[in-house]
């Protein structure tokens, strides 16, 4: 395989672990496995969703290697492949929270210029 190739193969794993994590209730149920292994039943309680919703979710997580599953009995225990997609989501945070606050300076001394000229 040349170089060019693998570099497009790479791009497309990169395209389909960014789009997995492109949905907020798989962030979700990526930090809550973060804390512990959890059966789909125990995500659906924790964030309020149905089991379908959440199994669908997780299907998609799973297919992206994100997480990875353990069946015991009838019941599947679902966790994180990999810790540090929590670091890259942390990092990501990080960045738009530094985004958020540049912003925030940038709008809110406008925002006291036109407070100023409705008083005038």
Do not use: W
């Not at 994590?21 to 969703?49: C, G, H, K, Q």
Request: one cysteine or more; glycine letters at 0%.
């Amino acid at each position: 395989m040349d170089t060019k190739t693998l570099e497009l193969e790479v791009n497309l794993l990169h395209e389909r672990v960014c789009s997995a994590l492109s949905d907020t209730t798989r962030i979700m149920i990526l930090y809550l496995l973060s804390e512990r292994d959890m059966f789909v039943n125990e995500i659906a309680e924790a964030l309020d969703t149905p089991q379908s919703t959440i199994s669908r979710h997780l299907k998609v997580l799973r297919e992206r290697n994100l997480v990875s599953t353990e069946r015991q009995g009838t019941a599947v225990l679902y966790s994180i492949v990999d810790k540090r997609i929590i670091q890259s989501l942390d990092l990501m945070r990080a960045i738009l929270n530094d985004q958020v606050r540049t912003q925030a300076a940038i709008t809110n001394p406008v925002s006291e210029l036109n407070q100023l000229s409705k008083e005038k």
